[in-house]
């Protein structure tokens, strides 16, 4: 399977429908039984990537020795804010994996009870029922 290029407006629509309240709910009810494995997997590809090995200790050394209370404080929400961003994105690329390892299992599903293989987008369904934003 190869990404396909998504328009810019494309991508805002989806990002906005993600955004809706309550979205995620099934979504995480869904993975609860599999976090632990997920957090091992987001942990090992972290590692692979280099994220966290010696700039990550030297940073929180950093910022745990650091004399100034002030400074100290900034360095630790600095730390946390970096760490936080680059978990998402690699979380982010871990679900972009897993994605395309379960879509010939869920076409397959959706072709045995009687689908098409493709399933319809949110946005697609608003446009068939008058929605829409």
Do not use: C, N, Y
């Amino acid at each position: 399977m190869t990404l396909r290029r998504v328009s810019d407006e494309r991508l805002e629509r989806a990002l906005e429908a993600l955004a809706e309240p309550g979205r995620f709910r099934l979504a995480e009810a869904r993975i609860a039984a599999a976090v632990p494995q997920l957090e091992r997997l987001l942990a090992r590809a972290l590692e692979e990537g280099g994220w966290f090995l010696q700039v990550h200790e030297s940073e929180v050394r950093k910022a745990a020795l650091d004399h100034d209370p002030d400074e100290r404080l900034e360095r630790v929400r600095r730390l946390l804010v970096e760490e936080t961003r680059i978990a998402m994105m690699v979380g982010v690329a871990v679900g972009f994996e897993l994605a395309r390892e379960l879509r010939p299992e869920l076409d397959e599903e959706d072709r045995a009870a009687g689908g098409s293989g493709d399933r319809p987008r949110r946005d697609d369904a608003r446009q068939h029922d008058g929605g829409g934003r």
